[in-house]
């Protein structure tokens, strides 16, 4: 099985539409169709985890705090941190080869900042 990807509020959208351009079959469901504009970052981590999906953000600073705090009660798909100063490109390339190279059970409980 391949990873799933959610972006949160924070994600640029050229980094959603980018790579699932650059990789059709890549499943990345954006902020907008998950409906997540002004939804607090604990709940965004219990979407992400409903629906087996690793976070992306750009939210570096609040969202490795709820991160830990989350999983002092639950399992997370994993969080993956892209800084804003990240060029899109990168961003897309970085997650590319996430999807073409781990597995969903690479990312159990984890946190990454990319591109690495």
């Not at 970052?41 to 490795?64: G, N, Q, Y």
Request: proline share 5%.
């Amino acid at each position: 099985m391949k990873v799933r990807f959610l972006a949160d509020a924070s994600l640029r959208q050229a980094i959603v539409s980018g790579l699932v351009r650059l990789e059709p079959a890549v499943d990345f469901t954006s902020a907008i169709s998950a409906r997540l504009a002004g939804v607090d970052d604990p709940e965004v981590l219990a979407v992400a985890a409903r629906e087996e999906r690793i976070l992306v953000t750009h939210d570096l600073k609040s969202m490795p705090r709820h991160f830990a705090r989350f999983l002092e009660h639950s399992q997370s798909p994993g969080v993956i941190l892209i800084s804003q100063k990240t060029a899109v490109a990168d961003a897309i390339e970085s997650l590319l080869l996430v999807w073409l190279a781990t597995e969903p059970a690479d990312w159990v409980n984890r946190i990454c900042r990319l591109p690495l």
